[in-house]
Nanobody, 115 residues
Framework: QVQLVESGGGLVQPGGSLRLSCAASGSSFSSYAMGWYRQAPGKQREWVAAITSGGSTNYADSVKGRFTISRDNAKNTVYLQMNSLKPEDTAVYYC?????????WGQGTQVTVSS
């Protein structure tokens, strides 16, 4: 079972940037599509971005043009570059497979966008 550990969250002002990382243990990481998800207070968890094993990407409409997902298979890591952050991006961000696997949710990393 691959373990996923997110990092890189923090407090940032509107318009700022953050880069999230998701480190995966296990040798089969590169074979799978991966995704970033987020859960804002009082809301259901939602999908944000995904990347296939071959590097193709797609995004939720709410983040398209502002967020970029990438992966480094040699480092078993998936990244989420977030630019032009808005207060509504405030949430706990998680990585998981795409589609998500119930047993693979990590602890997430908090992103707070506020002045």
């Amino acid at each position: 079972q691959v373990q996923l550990v997110e990092s890189g969250g923090g407090l940032v002002q509107p318009g700022g940037s953050l880069r999230l990382s998701c480190a995966a243990s296990g040798s089969s990481f590169s074979s799978y599509a991966m995704g970033w998800y987020r859960q804002a207070p009082g809301k259901q968890r939602e999908w944000v971005a995904a990347i296939t094993s071959g590097g193709s990407t797609n995004y939720a409409d709410s983040v398209k043009g502002r967020f970029t997902i990438s992966r480094d298979n040699a480092k078993n890591t998936v990244y989420l570059q977030m630019n032009s952050l808005k207060p509504e991006d405030t949430a706990v961000y998680y990585c998981n497979y795409r589609p998500a696997r119930v047993g693979s949710w990590g602890q997430g990393t908090q992103v707070t966008v506020s002045s």
